[in-house]
């Protein structure tokens, strides 16, 4: 009982603590199904990189777990893009200093850093490549698929990360971890492989299908309430049917987007670092 007592008041806390946004994940499979498909839109001058297939899959939620010894880890996975009053009018300021210059330090991290920290391990990862570094490329390009993945789930783009504003509280963990998991076949059987292209502005990249993602989110919200009017509960198997069957279709696109725009991404850092062959990497 006391134990019972224990876990009950630590969950609280944990609820307390981590009151924005960054508790929530893709869910691991998620994460992992992304970062799995993205070696399919690896162009083929840089097929020997399936190899990195496995290990790329396996440690996709790595970042998520590194929340909890790293506290500055938890901001990197989200941005609340629409508090910017750039951003709602259609001018984002995509350099971290000009908004930190502008809002304060703690405001731009208390919304999120997502962008930058996808940049940041882009630029990583090019360091490895040229370094010539198997073991952190592999690491680094791990970490980007996830935070590439982050960018592409819609609520990790948006103020109303959980519906907290709009009495749709629980829809974030409903919609990303209990409906995905249930679909991951359907969304795996999805996926259309093309050869990912070379990215010419990365931050500008990034910051783009974050905004597709944020420009998707009411179609989440209304599907979420709509389910709900009709199942009269949101834990219903009716309820699940009825949000796939409205949200199926932007949940298929937004993770080949991923997997393409992760794929991407990889392949700009490498052409970046000179194309060093994989039988060159140590
Ligand atoms: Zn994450």
Known sequence: MKRYNTTVV????????????AVFPWGDQGHKLINKMAVEF??????????????????????????????????????????????NSGAMVENEDSLIKEYGKSEVIKNGLLPWATLNTFKELTKAFEDHNKMEAEKLAADLGHYVGDGHQPMHTVLNYNGQFTN?????????????????????????????????????????YISNSNSVCGVLFAADDSAFAQSESRRSTEYYRLMWFRTGYITKVQFNSAAEDFASLVYTAWVNAGRPSYRSMK
């Open 10 to 21: 630590f969950t609280t806390l944990l609820f307390v603590f981590f009151s924005m946004q």
């Open 42 to 87: 690896f162009p083929p001058e840089m097929k020997a990189f399936v190899k990195w297939q496995d290990y790329l899959s396996l440690h996709a939620p790595d970042p998520d777990y590194r929340k909890k010894t790293d506290k500055n880890e938890a901001p990197k996975h989200f941005i609340d893009i629409d508090y910017y009053k750039e951003f």
């Open 168 to 208: 749709q509280k629980g829809v974030h963990f409903r919609y990303e971890i209990t409906m995905v998991d249930a679909h991951l076949e359907d969304l795996e059987e999805s996926f259309q492989p093309v050869s990912a292209p070379y990215i010419k502005d990365p931050l500008n990249f990034i910051f783009n």
